[in-house]
């Protein structure tokens, strides 16, 4: 069965700095990843996807994402943080539709 | 073009009383899923169903919870008797057949006294 890990609870970044959020995966075959992202009291909304291609893959925001599969790992990036972006992030592997499995999250909190 | 819509936003019960939630889903979407997230923890599958039929239903606590879809559109999760670990959100989320993206509504808070 599919599992998603997202080693960091917690991650703190100053306004302006590089975030990188990493995601690891278990998928017996060739996976489809996903990055959410979850402002408080509100649904998920998609910031990338990964299903074949391209490695990098870009999303909305100014996020951008790198499926390394000798890693089984898809971590998110992003080269300058605004403070508006301090939210939950969630790594999600599936196929296609079907399965989505979700990782814990990552709680991103922005310094001024 | 309108979003996936559920109600209540919010429920207070006590715990062996029931609940139920409503979900509707983006016009045309075939699969819609139900997800429990607990405070703290992503979003874990409940029941996903394929037009009006379930596709994945293994995690749900079926001696207490149960959902239906409605002509393949709306879609009711119950929950009967409520125990205090189902305190969490209830997020509905539909999505086309071969897009992998799965929309959320912004999610049914229960708080189970």
């Known amino acids: 069965a599919q599992s998603v890990t997202q080693p960091d609870i917690h991650i703190t970044v100053s306004e302006g700095a590089s975030l990188e959020l990493r995601c690891n995966y278990s998928?017996?075959?060739?996976?489809?990843l996903f990055w959410y992202v979850q402002s408080p009291g509100q649904g998920l909304q998609l910031l990338l996807k990964?299903?074949?291609?391209?490695?990098l893959v870009q999303g909305i925001k100014g996020f951008e994402a790198e499926f390394k599969r000798s890693q089984s790992s898809f971590n998110l990036r992003k080269p300058s943080v605004h403070w508006s972006d301090a939210a939950e992030y969630f790594c999600?592997?599936?196929?296609?539709?079907?399965?989505?499995?979700f990782g814990a999250g990552t709680r991103l909190t922005v310094k001024p | 073009e309108a979003g996936v819509a559920q109600s209540p936003r919010y429920k207070i019960i006590e715990k062996r009383q029931s609940v139920a939630f409503w979900c509707n889903p983006i016009?045309?979407?075939?699969?819609l899923y139900w997800y429990q997230q607990i405070l703290g923890q992503g979003p874990k599958l409940l029941i996903q169903?394929?037009?009006?039929?379930?596709?994945?239903d293994s995690q749900l606590p079926k001696d207490r919870f149960s959902a239906e879809r409605l002509k393949g559109v709306d879609s009711t999760l119950k929950i009967q008797p409520a125990k205090l670990e189902d305190s969490a959100v209830y997020l509905c989320?539909?999505?086309?057949?071969?897009?992998?993206?799965?929309?959320f509504g912004e999610g049914s808070r229960l708080t189970v006294l």
């Open positions: 989320a539909s999505s086309q057949d071969r897009t992998g993206e799965l929309f």
């Open positions: 998928y017996g075959a060739t996976p489809y």
């Open positions: 990964y299903f074949s291609g391209d490695t």
């Open positions: 999600a592997v599936g196929a296609q539709n079907n399965d989505m499995r």
């Open positions: 016009s045309g979407h075939a699969t």
């Open positions: 169903f394929q037009n009006n039929g379930v596709v994945d």
